[in-house]
Structure formats: C-alpha cells, structure tokens
C-alpha cells in the first residue's frame, strides 16, 4: 500500500505529541535489542534524568524486550509486527509492547500479570524469590520472572490490552508500563 | 586448573575465576539472549573446582545490570558454591559490590545473602 504523506504526517504529529524517546516496529533480534538500548540509554544520560530512574527504566525495558524477542512469531494472515515505544511525559516514563500473541495463551498471561498486579511489594518480593527458587530455564531461555521483575522495579501496575487481528488463531496484545520521575 | 576467562560484551559480563588469586570475579551487564550456554562454562569450572581442597576463595560480583533470567543463573552459581562451602573441602566467601545509589541492586544482592549460608558481605561505593 502506498503511504500517503497525509498518514506520514500523522505518524510524526502523534510521536511529536507523544514526545517519544524511541518508536522500534519490526523484528525483536537480540542485535536490535542492544542497539535499542544503547540508544535509550544514551537519550536519557544526556537529558539528565535520575540516574535512579534511568536504571529502572533501563531494566524494565530489557525484560519488555526480551519478552518479545522470546515469543515472537510472525502472524502472517495480518502480517501484524511487534512494537515498542518508549515516552517521557511529565511524571513519568511510559514503556509499551505491542506484539501478536497466541489466543490459547492469552488467559494463562492475563493471569500471571493480574496475579502480580494484586500483590503489594513485599508480597512481590517474596513471590519473586519463591519463583526463582522453584524456577527451570525454558527452552526459549526465560525464567518465568518477567512479569514479576517488571511489577517490582516499575512500582506501579501492569497494564494489558488485547485487539482482535481478525484471525483465527492470534491476537494482539498490548503490555503497558509506568515508571515514576520521582520514587 | 585452568583460569577461566570470558571478556565482557555490552550484554554479557566479564568473567575471571582463577584458583591460583582463589578470587571468581563477575562483573559488568549480564543480560544474554541465552544464559544457559553462557554460564554453562562458569559451571563447568565450578564442577572441577569442587573435586579440589583446601582453598579459601572469594566470589567477587560486580553487576551494573542483570536481567531476570540472570538472576536464575546467578542463583544457580551461588548455591553450587554453597555445596562446595558446607561440603568443607574449601571455604567461600562472597563480595557484592554495587553502585551506592542503586537501591535496586542492593535489595538485589540481599535477597541472595538471605538465600545461601556463605558469609556474605555487600558493599556500596
């Protein structure tokens, strides 16, 4: 399809009100994954936010990376890539995925991200060690702490959203999350 | 033995543990793409260490950055090297070090303190 200059204006009129960090739409490589961090961090050392902030944000957005990179797969009847945006607002840092993701699968992640999101931190930080214990690593290389991890460090929720691609067998799913200029 | 020596990259850590300093030493990033084939080696050399005797060793880590299924294998490292403690052939000792400011990785390094019978002493700089 061609790209009218009108939707092309709409895109950079939504990252420039949206004062996006970095906007990522493709394949999530491991050599992607550290070009992407190398650039987030270098943006956000020379704007000179709190070196506190930037660790977190620099650890939430490894495992909202690497979550991706690990179950990725290509739905190619909507042909719907992943994504990743990284936003600063007044408060706070806003990180967001975008991904296709199995049905089957989605009421097992809603789970795991509702279960961490009702739990307080000291809750959370006993079930992060109860799981890391109990923990094998999977064939795709997880521990099965992302959600946890991302829950702890960000100190807010975890917010998700699922959107129907018109198929069969994939949806896509949404992972939101918000970390504070001030802890 | 043999010094096991793995350079740092921008995503994995540097590794050095020799039995002739009785110094393991890990430090920088680790956020691999596949921990277990990169900390297989570290194990590996664990597993021969534990065959030896009469060596007081100390496990420096220095982390800036780790990602969870790092901190699995950071585990993994730990309780091995608990074995070998409590076993009595060799006694261990580990250092954590990190960044003063960086609350994080303290609550990090303690909830390991609290997890292995190795004495354990974390320092911020």
Redesign the interface.
Known sequence: MNLSLNSFKQIHSIMNEQDAVLVYSGDFG?DII?SML?YAEEKLESSGID??VR??I??VM??ML?NI?KHQFVDDKSGARSIFILVEKENDFQLITGNPIRQNIISDVKSRIDRVNNMDDEEL?IY??ET??A?R?SEV???G??F??IAR?SGNKIEFETFSLGSDQYDFFTLKTRINKNN | MERLIIQATEDTPGIDFSLETKEFKITGRSLPEDVTSFYQPVLDWLDQFEASSGNQCTLNISLEYFNTASSKLILDILMKLEDIHVEGKNTMKVIWTHDARDVDMHEAAEEYSELVEIPFEIIGT
Do not use: T
Request: glycine share 10%.
């Open positions: 491991q550290k190398k070196d506190l660790r977190k620099f650890n490894v495992e690497q990179s930080k992060y060690k890391r214990l923990s690593i290389g997880g521990a702490l992302g946890i991890d460090k």
